[in-house]
Every structure is written in C-alpha cells, then in structure tokens.
C-alpha cells in the first residue's frame, strides 16, 4: 500500500530564503505526482504535476523535482515571500488507469517578514 | 471561468438529519471524487466516480452516499449524519484519471454536526 510522507510538518523561514519541501513516497510504480498549495479554509490549489518520465518541473519561483527510484520528489522555492505561507502537499497517482491519489499530510509553511 | 463549485460552503446540522452537499465542474471532467480533512488524519478519499452512473469507494465510504447521474455533478449525501462526520470536504475533478490531467478542487464544505 502506497505510502507518502512529507517532512517536515511545519517549516518557518525569514523572507527571501531559498527552500525545500520534502516528498517520500514507498511504492515507486508511480504514474505521476502532483503538488498542492492549501491556504487556511481554503481548497487546494494545484502547482505543479510531473509525468513518471519526468525529472523536474518549473513554474516560476517553483521547481519540483522526482526520483522514482529513490521515492523522493522536493518543491524548491526561490526567494520565498509572506505570500508563499500555505501548507503544501503532495500526491502521488499509482501506475495503471484507474489507481487513485494518495495524498501525503502536507508540510506548513511561513514565512516572515 | 473553470471551477469546481460545492455548496453549502458551511453547514450546520445536528445528528440524523439528512444532508446533500453539491458539486458541479464545468470541465467536462470524467473524474469526481470526494475527500474529507481532518486534523492529523490529512486528506481521505470518501466515494470517486470514473464516469457517469460509475461510482466506486474510497477510502473512508461508510454513511455516505453518492451518484452521478450527469456527468457535471457528482453530490455527496449523508442520510444520518452523525458528529464523527464533522469535517471538511472536499470535491475534486480531472478529466480522466487514466490522463496525465492534473486534479481540480472545489473551495470545500465545512460541515459541523451536532
């Protein structure tokens, strides 16, 4: 049974630091993983999706990586801003048509002013 | 403007009191499921739909119902509810789950039974 653990649960930085958020995951027959940003209340909002044959994804500030052989995937984020504060989650999607997601329980992340 | 939309985005109800809670997406998705969060628990798949009249548990099914009838809507039904079944939930949608589309959420229902 899949298996997705992110850590750590919660992570404070001071403005304009570069970090990264940590994904695992314990079956590495993945079809693809996604990452989530959740504000309090809020749905999840989706970031970045990387294809099993991918290595890494890029959206702006944000750039996730994926090593199926390890089952480890990171979300780096560049010059990370108050705005950025969210909690962050990811998901990873089995092989096959029908395999669901499987979330991990997010990383909490704030950053100060 | 693509969305998926849940309604009510609050409720409160008290024990044994059927509920619905609706969700459309105007994606033409073929995928819906329903999640619920809870503290320390994190996201739990609660019924999923692959396509119309497809519905299939999850994780966490017991004292839900759901049906899609239409492809755009896929509700979540609780016909006793009860105050373990206090949460948020969550719909969410992709167009197929087979595809490499990514999965859409709605803004989410926090229901509190009493």
């Known amino acids: 049974k899949q298996e997705v653990t992110q850590i750590p649960a919660a992570l404070s930085v001071p403005e304009g630091e570069n970090l990264v958020l940590n994904c695992s995951f314990t079956?590495?027959?993945?079809?693809?993983l996604q990452w989530f940003r959740q504000d309090p209340g809020k749905g999840l909002t989706s970031l970045l999706l990387?294809?099993?044959?991918?290595r890494e994804q890029t959206s702006g500030r944000l750039n996730a990586s994926l090593d199926k052989s390890s089952g480890r995937s990171t979300l780096y984020i560049a010059a990370s801003q108050p705005g950025d504060s969210a909690t962050y989650l990811c998901?990873?999607?089995?092989?096959?048509?029908?395999?669901?997601?499987?979330f991990g329980k997010g990383t909490k992340l704030t950053v100060n002013p | 403007e693509a969305q998926v939309t849940q309604n009510p985005r609050y409720l409160i109800t008290v024990t044994g009191k059927k509920l619905t809670v609706t969700c459309s997406q105007n994606m033409n998705h073929e995928y819906m499921s329903w999640y619920r969060q809870d503290p320390g628990l994190g996201l739990r798949q609660i019924y999923y739909s692959m396509n119309v009249e497809v519905t299939d548990k999850g994780d966490v099914p017991e004292g839900y119902k759901v049906s899609r009838k239409e492809k755009r809507n896929f509700p979540l039904i609780l016909e006793s509810p009860s105050p373990n079944q206090t949460s948020l939930y969550f719909c969410a949608s992709s167009l197929g789950l087979s595809e490499t589309g990514e999965l859409f959420f709605g803004e989410g229902s926090r229901l509190t039974v009493l």
């Open positions: 990387i294809q099993s044959s991918q």
């Open positions: 079956d590495s027959a993945i079809y693809n």
């Open positions: 998901a990873v999607k089995g092989e096959g048509g029908s395999e669901k997601l499987v």
